[in-house]
């Protein structure tokens, strides 16, 4: 069992910085397997990719719409995973999760675990 737990959304104006976490609890074997991949849904649309980071090989990439913009990173000691992103847009406005699944790459079906989503608001 994988559970997930974000955190560190809120209210930015555009140009700032926010850094979101999610917090990871699973077994280690189990992770070593898995990849974690950050989402986000404005409302009124589907869910969309943003990045995938692979837990124990450490690769990654990001979609072109946020490419530049943001960062995935880990923390072994912490098992936790973080999305920073930078020069916010108020179009980056959204529900932000994090998910998990032994599925490397940016279909939002094939994730088997998500967290709860936090929200950020980018103002203008």
């Known amino acids: 069992q994988v559970q997930l737990d974000e955190s560190g959304g809120g209210l930015v104006q555009a140009g700032g910085s926010l850094r979101l976490s999610c917090a990871v609890s699973a077994p280690t074997f189990t992770l070593n397997t898995y990849a974690m991949a950050w989402f986000r849904q404005a409302p009124g649309k589907e869910r969309e990719f943003l990045s995938v980071l692979s837990w124990s090989g450490g690769s990654f990439y990001y979609a072109d719409s946020v490419l530049g913009r943001v960062t995935t990173y880990k923390d072994d000691a912490k098992n936790t995973v973080y999305l920073q992103m930078n020069s916010l847009k108020p179009e980056d406005t959204a529900v932000y999760y994090c998910?998990?699944?032994?599925?490397?790459?940016?279909?939002?079906?094939?994730?088997?675990?998500w967290g709860q989503g936090t929200q950020v608001t980018v103002s203008s």
């Open positions: 998910a998990s699944g032994s599925y490397y790459g940016p279909r939002a079906s094939e994730y088997k675990y």
